[in-house]
C-alpha cells in the first residue's frame, strides 16, 4: 500500500537550534515529493516540491532534499515564527491525489 | 485575491441534515479535489475531479457527492449527516499532469463541520 511516513511527530527546538525533519515514502515510482506547511486553523501552505533524488530547494530558513527513498527538511536557525506543523505528501500510485504524512509540529521557542 | 477560497469556514449543524460547501479557484487549474482532515489532523482524499473523470476515495460514504458546476467551482454536497462527519474539510487544485504525478495542489483555509 503507498505510504508515507514523517518523523518525528514532535519537535521541540531553542531559536537558532537547526535540526531536520524526516519522509520516507513507499510509493513506488514515485513522481514528486511534495513538502507543506500547515498553522493552527489554516490549510496547507505549498512550500517545495522534489522530483529527481539529490534535487535540492531552499526557502529562507527551511532546505528540502530528497534522496531514492526519503527526504528532509532541514529548518537551519529557526525562529518562532516557523513553528507549525510541516507535511510531507506524494502521488498515489494512480497520480490522482495526494498521499500525506501525519506530519511534524515544530515547536520554536525563544 | 484569494487563489482557492472556501464558504462556509465553519459549519454547525444537526444530524441527519444535509449541507454544501462550496469551493472557487482562480488558478486556472483544471482538476480539483475535496481532503477531509481528522481530529488527529490526518488528510486523506475524498475526490478528486477534472472535466474528465470523478475519482472518489472508496472508503468515503455515498452520502457525499461532489458537484461541479464549472472548471473553477467544485462543491461538495453531504447527505444525512453523521456525528463521525464532523471534521475539517479542505478543497484543492492542481494543473493537469500529463507525464504522471500529479502538479502542485493549492489548498482552501478549510471548513470546519461539527455536527451535533
Known amino acids: 500500500e503507498d505510504q508515507v511516513t514523517q518523523s518525528p511527530e514532535a519537535l521541540r527546538l531553542q531559536e537558532g537550534e537547526s535540526s531536520s525533519l524526516n519522509c520516507s515514502y ?7 515529493l511534495f513538502w507543506y506547511r500547515q498553522d493552527p486553523g489554516k490549510g496547507p501552505e505549498f512550500l517545495f516540491t522534489l522530483y529527481s ?4 530547494k531552499e526557502k529562507e530558513r527551511l ?3 530528497l534522496t531514492k527513498k526519503e527526504s ?3 529548518i537551519t536557525a529557526p525562529k518562532p515564527e516557523d513553528s507549525a506543523t510541516y507535511l510531507c505528501a506524494g502521488p498515489n500510485q494512480a497520480g490522482t491525489a495526494l498521499i500525506f504524512g501525519k506530519g511534524t509540529t515544530l515547536s520554536v521557542s525563544s | 485575491d484569494t487563489a482557492v477560497s472556501q464558504t462556509p469556514k465553519y459549519l454547525v449543524t444537526q444530524m441527519g441534515n444535509d449541507k454544501s460547501i462550496k469551493c472557487e479557484q482562480n488558478l486556472g487549474h483544471d482538476t480539483m479535489y475535496w481532503y477531509k482532515q481528522d481530529s488527529k489532523k490526518f488528510l486523506k482524499i475524498m475526490f ?8 472518489i476515495n472508496e472508503t468515503v460514504p455515498n452520502r457525499f457527492s461532489p458537484k461541479s458546476p464549472d472548471k473553477a467551482h467544485l462543491n461538495l454536497h453531504i447527505n444525512s449527516l453523521e456525528l463521525g462527519d464532523s471534521a475539517v474539510y479542505f478543497c484543492a487544485s492542481s494543473q493537469y499532469r500529463a507525464s504522471g504525478g500529479t502538479d502542485t495542489q493549492y489548498f482552501g483555509p478549510g471548513t470546519r463541520l461539527t455536527v451535533l
Open chain 2, 48 to 55: 478528486s475531479y477534472n472535466n474528465k473523470e470523478l475519482i
Open chain 1, 26 to 32: 513507499t510509493v513506488s515510482g514515485l513522481r514528486g
Open chain 1, 72 to 74: 528532509f527538511l532541514h
Open chain 1, 53 to 56: 533524488a539529490g534535487e535540492e
Open chain 1, 63 to 65: 532546505k528540502a532534499t
